[in-house]
T-cell receptor, first 113, second 114 residues
Framework: SQQGEEDPQALSIQEGENATMNCSYKTSINNLQWYRQNSGRGLVHLILIRSNEREKHSGRLRVTLDTSKKSSSLLITASRAADTASYFCATEEARGGSEKLVFGKGTKLTVNP | KAGVTQTPRYLIKTRGQQVTLSCSPISGHRSVSWYQQTPGQGLQFLFEYFSETQRNKGNFPGRFSGRQFSNSRSEMNVSTLELGDSALYLC?????????????FGPGTRLTVL
């Protein structure tokens, strides 16, 4: 079953603008990870945020996590045409003993040059 | 360090046949997980192997099976293929040490069942 739900499903912006994607989940988690996928290819790992962290940065990426609301957001600043891709959040549940990730359906981002 | 590799990259089979997909994890990674991605169902967890043992299994029929070898390489097998098995099959590897393990994905195997 899909635990994470990304919002919006699709987002179209101009180069240079910021893009914000949101993710909600249902159970207690160990961590939440964001991935990018270009045109049905493999998933590229972007960032992992631990359940005890609230915010994390990596280059132009900023991820927040609110465990009380069971939600996360991914902000891409100063977007580029090369950022055009689908973005997925994935949660590792807190039950432990497994590396299983539960994915959302993704946000399709289009950055227009 | 080499990334996760999957072979073959593309595969075309007919209904009723079986298929074996292979995944080589990043060196030093002990956990390998498999996922199926379809337009309708999205990314769904198939199973995870750690130290040659299946540690978790998703909600897929018994036609889907896998194994892991002592060098951490993994294979998954699908028997009696159905049209609905057409999908992108992704494997991911991680160190599986502690609670906060990044998982790295391979490029996937695109399976088409005719």
């Amino acid at each position: 079953s899909q635990q994470g739900e990304e919002d919006p499903q699709a987002l179209s912006i101009q180069e240079g603008e910021n893009a914000t994607m949101n993710c909600s989940y249902k159970t207690s988690i160990n961590n939440l990870q964001w991935y990018r996928q270009n045109s049905g290819r493999g998933l590229v790992h972007l960032i992992l945020i631990r359940s005890n962290e609230r915010e994390k940065h990596s280059g132009r990426l900023r991820v927040t996590l609110d465990t009380s609301k069971k939600s996360s957001s991914l902000l891409i600043t100063a977007s580029r045409a090369a950022d055009t891709a689908s973005y997925f959040c994935a949660t590792e549940e807190a039950r432990g003993g497994s590396e299983k990730l539960v994915f959302g359906k993704g946000t399709k981002l289009t950055v227009n040059p | 360090k080499a990334g996760v590799t999957q072979t073959p990259r593309y595969l075309i089979k007919t209904r009723g046949q079986q298929v074996t997909l292979s995944c080589s994890p990043i060196s030093g990674h002990r956990s390998v997980s498999w996922y199926q991605q379809t337009p309708g169902q999205g990314l769904q967890f198939l199973f995870e192997y750690f130290s040659e043992t299946q540690r978790n299994k998703g909600n897929f029929p018994g036609r889907f099976s896998g194994r892991q070898f002592s060098n951490s390489r993994s294979e998954m097998n699908v028997s009696t293929l159905e049209l609905g098995d057409s999908a992108l099959y992704l494997c991911a590897s991680s160190k599986a040490s502690g609670l906060y393990n990044e998982q790295f994905f391979g490029p996937g195997t695109r399976l088409t069942v005719l």
